[in-house]
């Protein structure tokens, strides 16, 4: 291949992994569930979705488990914060910081994806905002693992509504007899 060609597949298999919304989907699936998963197996564990809950292991480095014959590694790296920027009057927050951040998954040892996020944290009047953008995606190596992903998101959520929803049931019940139902 020569530079051109190089550069060319490169950018088709950005797009390819933009199409198939990869980084929403590990981002989601990271912060949205996993990232919790510390914090539950200690005060709430039927949170944790069984499948994941077999061979997961948490530390300050990420987060590994066994979904089927594959083994998952996920890293979050947080760059230096930048920013704290003064207010200005032509802005409606009075200081922003914006952290660089890395998030990678490797399939059984073999790093296959990785983007960059810029994680925005905005002091405004009336409280803090928070912003994650989805920025550069800086490896893409695909395979089954694309799809595997994604059911994994659906059935973990699908596991912690119908935990929720469980808990919810005896005072969703009162609320039907208050409204006749």
Do not use: C
């Not at 530079?3 to 990271?30: F, H």
């Not at 920027?85 to 790093?111: H, K, N, Q, Y």
């Amino acid at each position: 291949m020569n530079a051109d060609e190089i550069r060319a597949e490169i950018e088709r298999r950005k797009k390819r992994a933009s199409d198939l919304k990869l980084r929403e989907v590990l981002w989601n699936l990271y912060d949205g569930h996993l990232s919790r998963y510390r914090e539950w197996l200690l005060k709430d564990p039927t949170l944790v979705h069984p499948e994941v809950k077999e061979a997961l292991e948490i530390s300050d480095g990420g987060i590994n488990f066994k979904m089927g014959t594959a083994a998952y590694g996920i890293s979050y790296k947080e760059g230096q914060p930048e920013g704290n920027e003064p207010w200005w009057p032509d802005r409606d927050f009075e200081e922003e910081t914006i952290t660089p951040a890395t998030l990678s998954l490797a399939v059984d040892g073999e790093p296959v994806f990785e983007f960059n996020i810029r994680r925005s944290t905005r002091a405004l009047r009336s409280g803090p905002v928070w912003e994650d953008t989805m920025g550069e995606i800086s490896r893409f190596i695909e395979g089954g693992w694309t799809v595997e992903l994604a059911v994994l998101l659906q059935k973990v959520r699908f596991h912690e509504k119908t935990i929720r929803d469980q808990r919810e049931l005896p005072a969703l019940q009162q609320r039907m007899k208050q409204f006749g139902l």
